[in-house]
């Protein structure tokens, strides 16, 4: 398998978490990179094309942290003539860890998420089991970690 830990190092080290120092959102040019605007993605896209042609891809999993909602949760492509193949995934996740909400995941591809990794790599690679994983930074509403941030 493939860990890319962090597509954004150059804005991440001047404080953003999703653009770049072009002043990218390199969370929605997944669907057309620029090898110079963007290269982390483009060259991530292309590893991922690559390693598509040699094996078939079981799983992409994009690590994000949301600033909203409590919890970690997914969200997944939909299949609509098989939606129960883009849930089973999650659904696990949400029975081995008490902090993971099932009922916080969604299944829909929204126009204006086209250009993200799930969605563009949904439909170019076909990869049922594609997420993005949130993480709270408000930590976890249920269980025993309920009230504590995730972040120390």
């Known amino acids: 398998f493939k860990i890319i ?6 804005g991440v080290i001047n404080g953003n978490y999703r653009c770049s120092l072009v ?22 896209k292309r ?6 042609r040699e094996r078939k891809v079981q ?3 994009d690590l994000h942290g949301h ?4 919890d970690v949760f997914m969200y997944g492509c939909n299949m609509i003539n098989a939606p129960e193949v ?8 949400s029975k081995l860890c008490d902090y993971f909400s099932f009922d916080s995941c969604r299944f829909v591809m929204q126009k204006s998420k086209e250009s993200t990794a799930r ?10 089991n594609i997420f993005t994983m949130e993480a709270s930074f408000c930590g976890a509403s249920s269980g025993k970690l309920a009230g504590v941030h995730f972040a120390p």
């Not at 830990?5 to 150059?10: C, G, K, N, Q, Y």
């Not at 600033?67 to 409590?70: E, H, I, N, Q, Y």
């Not at 883009?86 to 996740?93: C, K, L, W």
Request: hydrophobic share 35%.
């Open 47 to 52: 590893l991922m094309k690559n390693l598509s």
């Open 86 to 93: 883009t849930r089973e995934f999650p659904y696990i996740m």
């Open 67 to 70: 600033s909203r909602k409590k």
């Open 23 to 44: 002043g990218a959102d390199l969370n929605r040019r997944w669907k057309n990179p620029s090898k110079v605007l963007h290269p982390t993605i483009f060259h991530s």
């Open 59 to 61: 799983l992409y999993c």
């Open 119 to 128: 969605i563009a790599m949904f439909k170019e690679l076909h990869i049922p």
């Open 5 to 10: 830990p962090m597509l954004s190092p150059d």
